[in-house]
Structure formats: C-alpha cells, structure tokens
C-alpha cells in the first residue's frame, strides 16, 4: 500500500470519467449506444444525473485504486504497467462484458462499445499509473 500513488489513483480514476463522457457522447458512440439499449433522450433526462455520475467516478476510483495495486509494485516497469492495463480491460472487463451480453442477446455493437470503452479507460488508467510512479 506504501507504494501507491494515491494521487495518480485520483488522475486515473478522472481520466476513466472523462473518456466515458467522450466515449458516450454523440460525437463518438453516443447515438450507437442508445439506439443498442433502445433509450432516447427523453429517458436520460428523467434519470438521476448526480447518481449516476456520482456512482460512475466512485467506481472509477476504486477501479484505479485495484489497478494501482496490481502495478505499483517498483520491479514493474512503465510498459509492463500498460501491458498489464491492457490485458485487463480487455483479457478481464471486455471479454467478460462480452460473455454478459452473448446471454442478454445483445448486439456486437453493443459489446465493441462498451467493451472498447473499458479497453481504453484501463490502458490510459495504467499510462497514467506507470508514468507517475
């Protein structure tokens, strides 16, 4: 735990949230995604913001947080750092994401959105986690 760096934990934990509002933006997936969860913007704007943005960064900082101590061990280097970010977004979160979604029937939209997401988020969490060691 003393080797944790607790604000590159923080830092993580706000790139995760601000690459979920890009990803999720109609500029980039935005429109693909609702159209895969049949929501429309009626629907997102009864929805209780505060908590589910609330929930969603808490969740990034205890995905960080897990991360963090699985790579802040000083004999693992920056680029094994983001090898093994890597392969948990998407060997962990993305596959098992896509195993969910095979089951509820959904789309290879869906899965590609979502699971690239997650992808992206742990590989810029662990470039953030293995450069501020």
């Given at each position: 735990?003393?080797?944790?760096?607790?604000?590159?934990?923080?830092?993580?934990?706000?790139?995760?949230?601000?690459?979920?509002?890009?990803?999720?933006?109609?500029?980039?997936?935005?429109?693909?995604?609702?159209?895969?969860?049949?929501?429309?913007?009626?629907?997102?704007?009864?929805?209780?913001?505060?908590?589910?943005?609330?929930?969603?960064?808490l969740f990034s900082l205890f995905m960080a947080f897990n991360l963090a101590m699985f790579v802040s061990d000083p004999e693992i280097d920056f680029m094994?750092?983001?090898?093994?970010?890597?392969?948990?977004?998407?060997?962990?979160?993305?596959?098992?994401?896509?195993?969910?979604?095979?089951?509820?029937?959904?789309?290879?939209?869906?899965?590609?959105?979502?699971?690239?997401?997650?992808?992206?988020?742990?590989?810029?969490?662990?470039?953030?986690?293995?450069?501020?060691?």
């Amino acid at each position: 735990m003393e080797k944790i760096n607790f604000l590159a934990v923080l830092a993580a934990a706000v790139s995760t949230f601000l690459i979920g509002g890009l990803w999720y933006s109609k500029a980039l997936f935005g429109k693909a995604w609702m159209k895969e969860n049949n929501l429309t913007d009626e629907q997102l704007k009864t929805t209780n913001s505060a908590k589910i943005f609330g929930l969603s960064f808490l969740f990034s900082l205890f995905m960080a947080f897990n991360l963090a101590m699985f790579v802040s061990d000083p004999e693992i280097d920056f680029m094994m750092t983001v090898i093994y970010s890597l392969c948990v977004g998407l060997g962990w979160i993305a596959f098992g994401l896509a195993i969910i979604a095979l089951f509820e029937l959904r789309s290879w939209k869906y899965i590609f959105i979502n699971g690239g997401y997650m992808t992206i988020a742990f590989l810029i969490q662990g470039i953030i986690l293995g450069a501020w060691k």
